[in-house]
């Protein structure tokens, strides 16, 4: 799986790139212009960002659309939108009584 970091809010900036391919950035909005791919090729990134501002509980909305210079017979399922859910991380050790 291929990931970028990208830190979002007022002061964003451009943590790491693995993607091999440099996005473009304008505002809120990421782009990548990725190789071609063959019928039924499968590619996965994954998207990690750091909020700046909000508050717990606030939900973010992330839309994916992807395009193709070629025809594609299935255009309806080339979009997504989901939201996420700002939460803070927490780290419970496990520990064993013996």
């Keep these: 799986m291929e990931s970028f970091d990208r830190h ?5 900036e451009l943590r790491q ?3 091999g391919v440099t996005p473009t950035v304008s505002g ?15 590619r ?13 509980g ?3 909305p992330i839309s ?14 080339n979009t997504a939108t989901v939201q996420v859910m700002l939460a803070r991380t927490v780290y419970l050790p496990q520990m064993n009584k013996r």
């Design 44 to 56: 996965q990134f994954r998207l990690n960002v750091q909020a700046v501002g909000g508050d717990l």
């Design 64 to 77: 994916l659309a992807l395009s193709s210079a070629e025809p594609d017979l299935t255009p309806d399922n």
């Design 17 to 19: 790139r693995h993607l």
């Design 8 to 12: 979002a809010g007022p002061a964003a």
């Design 58 to 60: 606030d939900l973010l």
């Design 28 to 42: 809120g909005t990421v782009t990548w212009n990725l190789p071609d791919l063959r019928l039924f090729d499968v």
